[in-house]
């Protein structure tokens, strides 16, 4: 294959005249470069080096004016703004920010064009006062207002470019006008040079005067990269410019049109795949990549439609790809350092002189927060989750510091941060500090000093304007820095696989072409609404419109193909949430135009996924889990611990085996088990003091007094230092309040109806022996009783739940099942406190009392006390006096669970549980 370029740099070579009388021109600074290799590649003679340019490079040349950055131009209109007579109300810099960027395009847009700047403004402006015209004169404040903004555009124009190109620098628009302007003065002193301009396409008013008139001078070349298929069809976008230029320039009316080739028809195989998702793209690349031999790499061009796509592609190269050469920098808003300092801004944006726990942990959890906090981090952490502190204090952090580390405390949290010099300040000793602890790693010291660089810009903006009011308009602007800022990719220009951007390719061709994101809204990139310019405005001033961008992608698209041989074009067709996974139109047109000698195949890309197929674990019990299980039998097994077993054996290994224990962690929102033991406690507090004593309405109506008081020294006991006084918290303190209100109140009820209550243990532990023999070692269990009493002459041993429970939760029918299932967690639970309370509440002198265990269920409570049932049919009658007989039953089945828990013949054996089933 014969590029583009190396057919234009042969022909000037052949044409004799010395290399250092040229000036070349290109759309790109990557085709400046491509240009170079080729001239070296091809030039046999020692010769002075000619000078190559990129436009916009040679435009500032021209104009003998520098390109100020986006947000340098943003102060500077801003200041501007603020000049301005014509506007009354001025906005805050943070309010103007949001609006200002758009304008500022615009600006362009109509100096790159070299439009009456007044003439423009005025029609505009009469444009929507003819929007707003109404039979009735009278206009409202608010429309008053929003003409007044179009009205005093001219007027804001004119005060922004008086003075912002003193310093040298000035917007793109401007540097283009005064380039068009300065061209006679440019021509008479670059008179002895030969220019050329290599690869372009749509021209603005301003590039396309200083082509012209350096045209005129007769030592001008304009080589267009154009395709003879494309220019014989008037219909097609790709040349919708060059067929323009070609027809009505009059220098074409007498001289030939350079270069129309004939490459798009030559064969071309074209793959098109359609792709589930981006990381299905990303595996497609990588699949299309490993067949590639190694010597064709350097003329393979990787593009990357969506460059969002560049890590997981990096992430994803095949062993085969030795070397690569990366044209696109990578943004400085998506490496770590630089969501560090994000998370650092919005801890300060409020002012606040207390943070939430989540933002602080974020920061000294982050991997820069460990560098700077290596010991305090953890310490931190511990004493946030020790106190359940959700609000953080500055005071508070610093106390719990190391001494060598409470200055960065200082720097990150103190209230000094809440000006925005100082936040500054702070922020670049941190990047100094992190510099000196991270010395070694050579990406993270580029980033560091990336991040100083945009710290630098911000301070001396800020000194230079005082613009920067709040830590908010500092953060915009830090994050606006922070996304146009890249970090370049060091590598051999020209050797291996090239990754590009889209535009990076004009000018260059390459034998094979992977096209990743060949979507509609990508490629093209659609319609966009931002600008002030109406639509039919831009048509009168002949502006590009949506329809003249969208010709601009056709062509670099199809310029991408013109001398490719191999063409895969892959395309997500993954639709999620605004993105529709459709292809491209130009996809579409491709298919439809059906060039004879383009080979098309549509392929669906489906990557091998095995699921591996998940094993149960299976855990031996050794000798020491043996040990272990006797000695938690000779301490009791409790009734939870049985059911863990019961629901899944391996989480009653690491829990009671292992002993391993839930990750305790600041608990922002009250959880069901803090409410539960509060309201347990806050009982058990109340009644301790009249066990054994017949309960009265005077006794309830005393308790009722105390509940708010006792509720509110549980939570402190609790829930410790956490916020209870806001949000849901507070709903849920009030709950718990009305949960044992509502209980007390059930009491004085049952009282008031000649009930006879006497308490006669709360919240007590007790123990049962079991005799099993077919162990020899002791086995018991245990739990805490929440609540014995007797009931007029009913003993009941009652559980409380804070959480729902219903009556059919209590019954059971076959005693078969009661150890095969989770779900009768509930029925072993109260089964087990009263084989532990046989002897108390079932002596001989009382066998023939009744004796009941259940559950008392706070929302459920109109229920009442709901005992365990033992019934022959889901709708039968039940019995729910705790006999013997039910007893040895129940004793029979736990006995046969706790033989097969110590069993040293049978593992403990996951079970697979359902997603939604949890504790």
């Known amino acids: 294959m014969i590029t583009y370029l190396e057919e234009i740099v042969s022909e000037i070579l052949n044409s004799k005249k010395e290399l250092q009388s040229y000036i070349f021109v290109l759309p790109s600074r990557r085709a400046c470069t491509f240009l170079k290799k080729e001239l070296q590649s091809q030039n046999k003679t020692i010769q002075f080096s000619p000078q190559i340019f990129s436009i916009e490079a040679f435009i500032e040349t021209i104009a003998d004016l520098k390109i100020a950055s986006s947000i340098e131009l943003l102060f500077e209109f801003y200041d501007a703004y603020l000049r301005s007579p014509a506007i009354k109300e001025k906005e805050s810099f943070e309010s103007f920010t949001s609006w200002a960027a758009v304008l500022l395009d615009d600006f362009n847009e109509i100096d790159r064009n070299l439009i009456d700047r007044k003439k423009f403004f005025n029609y505009l402006s009469d444009i929507k006062n003819l929007e707003h015209w109404y039979v009735d004169e009278h206009q409202t404040p608010l429309i008053q207002n929003y003409l007044s903004f179009w009205n005093t555009l001219s007027d804001l ?27 006679e003065h440019y021509i008479d002193a670059q008179k002895h040079k030969n220019h050329v301009f290599i690869g372009f396409n749509a021209l603005n008013k301003a590039e396309e005067t200083i082509i012209k008139e350096l045209l005129e001078t007769g030592s001008t070349e304009v080589y267009w990269n154009a395709d003879a298929y494309f220019m014989e069809r008037p219909y097609h976008s790709a040349s919708l410019f060059l067929r323009k230029i070609k027809n009505s320039w009059k220098y074409y009316k007498t001289h030939p049109f350079k270069n129309i080739s004939n490459h798009y028809s030559q064969p071309k195989s074209i793959n098109i795949t359609q792709c589930s998702g981006n990381i299905g793209q990303v595996k497609c690349v990588s699949k299309i990549l490993e067949s590639i031999p190694e010597t064709q790499l350097e003329q393979t061009a990787l593009v990357l439609a969506d460059e969002n796509l560049l890590m997981p592609v990096l992430n994803s190269l095949p062993q085969n790809i030795k070397t690569v050469n990366i044209t696109m920098g990578f943004p400085l808003k998506s490496m770590p350092a630089a969501s560090f300092f994000e998370i650092f801004f919005k801890l300060h944006i409020g002012n606040q002189t207390v943070f939430y726990y989540k933002e602080i942990l974020q920061l000294i959890n982050h991997p820069l927060g460990k560098l700077l906090y290596p010991e305090s981090s953890n310490k931190i952490e511990q004493i946030l989750v020790q106190r359940n502190l959700t609000q953080v204090t500055y005071e508070m952090l610093k106390k719990a510091a190391t001494s060598e580390e409470s200055k960065y405390v200082k720097w990150l949290f103190s209230s000094s941060n809440q000006k925005v010099s100082n936040i500054i300040a702070n922020a670049k000793k941190i990047l100094l500090s992190l510099k000196e602890v991270a010395s070694t790693n050579s990406i993270l010291i580029e980033t560091f000093y990336k991040l100083y660089e945009v710290w630098n810009k911000l301070e001396t903006l800020n000194e230079r304007y005082d613009h920067i009011k709040t830590n908010k308009s500092l953060y915009s602007l830090f994050k606006e820095i922070t996304s146009i800022t890249a970090l370049d990719f060091r590598g051999e220009p020209y050797k291996g696989l090239q990754i590009m951007g889209l535009l990076e390719t004009r000018s260059l061709d390459f034998e094979k072409v992977i096209l990743v994101s060949t979507n509609e809204g990508i490629l093209p990139a659609g319609k966009s609404n931002k600008s002030f310019i109406t639509y039919d405005l831009k048509k009168e001033y002949q502006l590009p419109t949506h329809t003249e961008k969208d010709a601009v992608y056709t062509y670099h698209f199809y310029s991408l193909l013109h001398r490719a041989s191999t063409v895969d074009l892959l395309y997500n067709n993954n639709t999620s949430g605004i993105q529709v996974g459709e292809q491209s139109r130009f996809i579409l047109q491709l298919l439809s135009e059906k060039v004879e000698n383009h080979q098309i195949t549509e392929n669906i890309f489906s990557p091998k996924i095995s699921i591996p ?70 009982l058990q507090y109340l009644f301790t003091p009249y066990i054994n004593t017949v309960l009265t309405k005077e006794i309830i109506n005393s308790l009722m007094g105390k509940v708010d008081a006792m509720v509110t020294q549980q939570f402190e006991k609790t829930y410790k230092e956490g916020n209870i006084k806001t949000g849901k918290n507070h709903i849920i303190f009030e ?154 039953s129940f004793k029979d089945q736990l006995s046969k669970l706790i033989i097969e828990i110590c069993n040293p013949d049978i593992p403990f054996t996951e079970k697979e549980l359902p997603k939604n089933d949890y504790f």
């Open 613 to 682: 197929q998940k094993e149960l674990k299976r855990i031996s019990k050794t000798p020491q889990v043996i040990t272990k299980l006797k000695e938690l039998a000779a301490y009791g097994f409790s009734p939870s611990g049985l059911a863990t077993y019961i629901r899944n054996p391996i989480d009653f290994y690491n829990r009671y085996i292992l002993e391993i224990k839930d990750l305790d962690e600041i608990e922002e929102t009250i959880a069901s088990n803090t409410l539960g033991t509060i309201v347990h406690d806050t």
């Open 157 to 183: 124009y004119f005060e922004f470019t008086k003075n912002n190109h003193q310093n040298g620098k000035a917007h793109q628009g401007y540097v283009y006008r005064e380039a068009a302007k300065n061209m």
């Open 735 to 888: 709950i718990s309040k009305r949960y044992v209100h509502n209980f007390l109140r059930q009491e004085l009820n049952q009282i008031e109806a000649n009930n006879s209550i006497t308490i006669t243990q709360i919240e007590n532990m007790m123990e049962a022996q079991l005799d099993i023999p077919e162990l020899d070692f002791q086995v018991k269990i245990r739990g805490m009783v929440d609540r014995i009493d007797i009931f007029n002459e009913t003993t009941r041993i009652i559980d409380y739940k804070t959480g729902n429970v219903t009556q059919s939760d209590l019954n059971l029918i076959d005693w078969e099942t009661i150890m095969t299932d989770y779900k009768h967690s509930k029925k072993i639970q109260i089964l087990s406190y009263a084989l532990m309370s046989k002897d108390i509440f079932n002596p001989d002198s009382n066998r023939n009392k009744e004796s009941q265990a259940g559950i008392i269920s706070f929302k459920n409570l109109k229920e009442g006390f709901m005992p365990f049932t033992m019934k022959e049919s889901p709708r039968g009658n039940g019995e729910s006096n705790i006999s013997d007989e039910m007893l040895a």
